[in-house]
């Protein structure tokens, strides 16, 4: 049999600004913006291998972590060589370091930080 599905093509992610959050991803994994259509409010970068989608929408909300008032929809999590330089180098892009932090948070186990449209993500060390 046949399976129906062959290929994930793109992850879509909305936002205030499409062409400034495909910049944002591109820039923290090393990858590339490979397009910018503002007609269309519409961006997409190669992040990782994978291809990255972003779509302004309007009345964009915020998420709010950890509240669910208006909540998170989805994370992603990234495997860094250094948790400290990785965490310097996304707040030196825009993302800000979440105000709270899960407990293994604190010990150092991964950090949750906050791209610049308000969506977590995590930064996570090698596994011991």
Same mark, same amino acid.
């Given at each position: ?43 997409? #970068?190669? +992040?990782? =291998? %994978? ?14 972590? &950890?509240? $669910? ?34 407990? #293994?948070? +604190?010990? =150092? %186990? ?14 996570? &060390?090698? $596994?011991?």
């Amino acid at each position: 049999m046949t399976t129906p599905v062959t290929e994930l093509i793109a992850f879509t992610i909305d936002s205030a600004d499409a062409a400034a959050l495909a910049r944002f991803y591109a820039d923290l994994t090393g990858g590339e913006v490979t397009g910018d259509y503002p007609e269309y409010c519409y961006a997409s #970068a190669s +992040v990782l =291998g %994978a291809t990255f989608n972003f779509q302004t929408v309007q009345d964009y909300a915020r998420p709010q972590w &950890p509240g $669910q008032e208006h909540p998170q929809q989805f994370h992603l999590d990234f495997r860094v060589p250094d948790l400290e330089a990785a965490t310097e180098h996304a707040t030196s892009l825009g993302a800000t370091v979440a105000d709270t932090q899960p407990a #293994a948070a +604190v010990g =150092g %186990a991964w950090r949750v930080m906050l791209d610049p449209d308000g969506p977590p993500f995590c930064l996570c &060390p090698p $596994q011991e």
